[in-house]
Nanobody, 127 residues
Framework: QVQLVESGGGLVQAGGSLRLSCAAS????????LSWFRRAPGKEREFVAT????????YYADSVKGRFTISRDNAQNTVYLQMNSLKPEDTAVYYC????????????????????WGKGTLVTVSS
């Protein structure tokens, strides 16, 4: 079992930065692939970024590539999402999710493949 708790959301002006954190409980954190998804008001949930359990695979949605950076600290059982050059269209609830095992990149980017979810943290970007 893995429990995920996101933090770091808030209100920021366009062009600003935020760093989201996702703290995980469980002794096998290092064996899980970790992904960030988001759901904007009135829209479907979408993939944002992912990092494999080894950290060797990192992938971003085109909409955030070059602006967001995902990283993990297995010693701290935490995954981060550094968000720079934020835009109003980045406004959403951001969710951390985990999938166990040696997941392929395709699996890491699919919401329906995730085993565990956090409750989300709201990011609001004002214009």
């Amino acid at each position: 079992q893995v429990q995920l708790v996101e933090s770091g959301g808030g209100l920021v002006q366009a062009g600003g930065s935020l760093r989201l954190s996702c703290a995980a409980s469980g002794r096998t954190f290092s064996s899980y692939g970790l992904s960030w998804f988001r759901r904007a008001p009135g829209k479907e949930r979408e993939f944002v970024a992912t990092i494999s359990w080894t950290g060797g695979t990192i992938y971003y949605a085109d909409s955030v590539k070059g602006r967001f950076t995902i990283s993990r600290d297995n010693a701290q059982n935490t995954v981060y999402l550094q968000m720079n050059s934020l835009k109003p269209e980045d406004t959403a609830v951001y969710y951390c999710a985990a999938v166990g095992g040696v997941a392929t990149l395709a699996t890491l980017t699919r919401a329906d493949a995730m085993d565990y979810w956090g409750k989300g943290t709201l990011v609001t970007v004002s214009s």
